[in-house]
């Protein structure tokens, strides 16, 4: 028994370690990218609106000055407006593709297998970053870059490869504390690799340029999809969701219309067969992930631009590092804190905690005048 054991959890960390390296380099890839491509359109935005001005000096100034009437604020607000109407265009690009792609590949992986879908998604962010990189360099207009996002939305980001890479999670664990365990450890991993692309992105348009930052991140979108090759497929033959027609042998012929149709009726639909669904409690417990996931993304597309701002005026250098410190420390504390909860919590007990110390980081960061509000919500 203890060498069919481990047997398994040797067969668990050749499929998760290299999920955690692909999933790592493609979220470094992401965060990167995204910090250097609103830097990049920030100055490609001022330069164009003022171009006999100090890029530099300028929005440095604009961002700290507290006084509404001078020229210098009132510039830095029709950059801030131009680089708002950027950022709508770039989130529809990548969020309204992101509605369908991510129900319907985390649906189609239980038919079609898991390692086809965390291609696609590491293959379109691959393909972004290489557009985006070639043109920083040729310095093509940055309203470009929204149909650039289209590709990533379509292939499904890395929110379908997050779906993807917790339903592996899920063939790999049985439900209980291992797989929340699995879990932790995975978004520890992840987001570490947040925390260094957003390190990269400060440091690397510092020294060498916003086209050599997005370099990089195509070297580390493209390192995903290299390591994506070694990750085992988990979901074997014989445990691939089957359709069958009622009353006959024969597989009914896959559509996606279908396939769309069972996911609504998953949703809104009783299962005859099991009676005792608690479906509704994964209804609840899903709907609150995709809230306090909209409030962290909504967040994360505004703080560095307040954080440039007053009362705080950061540097990108200052942006970058508080940035990883905020980010690694919030993963390690998530990583050891959940074995210690385990032992006097349920896992329900251990989302409700965490989603209350996410609402009381959002208020500190909200109302926050000095750094130490800020080191005080880091530690939510």
Known sequence: MTNT?????????????????????????????????????????????????????????????????????????????????????????QGVPLIFTSLLFSSLSDTLGRKPFLYIGAFGMCIKQLLMTLAIFCRWNVYLFAPFTLIEGICGSWVAQLAIAMCIISDLTSAGKSRSFFIAVFSFVYGFGSSLGTFLSGYVVTLFGHDYSMAVSSGLAVSSVVVTFFVPETLAGSNKRQNHNTGKDHKKKFTCCGNCQEIMKFYTKDDPNNPDSLRWKFITAISAFIFIKIARLGAFSMEAYYLLGSPYCFSPEKISVFETVKEGFSEMFILVGIKVMHKCFTDEGIALLSNISSIAQFILFGIGSKELYLDIGNSD
């Open 5 to 93: 054991n481990s047997s398994e959890d040797s067969g668990s960390l050749r499929t998760f370690v290299p999920l955690c390296i692909a999933t790592f380099f493609l979220f470094s890839s992401y965060v990167n990218g995204v910090h250097t491509a609103s830097g990049y359109t920030i100055q490609t935005f001022w330069e164009q609106r003022f171009p006999n001005q100090s890029d530099v000096n300028s929005t440095d100034r604009s961002h700290c000055d507290s006084n509404t009437t001078s020229q210098a604020y009132q510039e830095g607000e029709l950059v801030q407006k131009s680089v708002a109407r950027w950022s709508v265009y770039i989130s529809l690009a």
